[in-house]
């Protein structure tokens, strides 16, 4: 069993920071990408930024320039730093990480998710 935590969530005004970070724990078998997507109500999961062991970064359009996405590997954690916050990246905010074995290939595993709002 692969457990996934985020934290970090939390209420901040528009152009304002927040951190989010992410822990991976359990029968890991080699990692190979971590990263954030989000859900805002009534609309799709969404990624948000992805980030493989190699250090291979992809970010959505609409978070480039405000967010930075980094890993620590030694620890199976990653990390969001959110600059510039809009209204609109208002939203529950999951962790994912996305595990290889030989055997199965590449399976997926989510965070419970952590509530970002952006708000006045």
């Known amino acids: 069993q692969v457990q996934v935590v985020e934290s970090g969530g939390g209420l901040v005004q528009p152009g304002g920071s927040l951190t989010l970070s992410c822990a991976a724990s359990?029968?890991?078998?080699?990692?190979?990408?971590m990263g954030w997507y989000r859900q805002a109500p009534g609309k799709q999961r969404e990624l948000v930024a992805t980030?493989?062991?190699?250090?291979?970064?992809n970010y959505a359009d609409s978070v480039k320039g405000r967010f930075t996405i980094s890993r620590d590997n030694a620890k199976n954690a990653v990390y969001l730093q959110m600059n510039s916050l809009k209204p609109e990246d208002t939203a529950v905010y999951y962790c994912?990480?996305?595990?290889?074995?030989?055997?199965?290939?590449?399976?997926?595993?989510w965070g419970q998710g952590t509530q970002v709002t952006v708000s006045s």
């Open positions: 994912n990480l996305e595990d290889y074995s030989h055997y199965y290939g590449l399976t997926d595993y």
């Open positions: 980030i493989t062991t190699s250090g291979t970064i």
């Open positions: 359990g029968n890991i078998n080699s990692i190979y990408a």
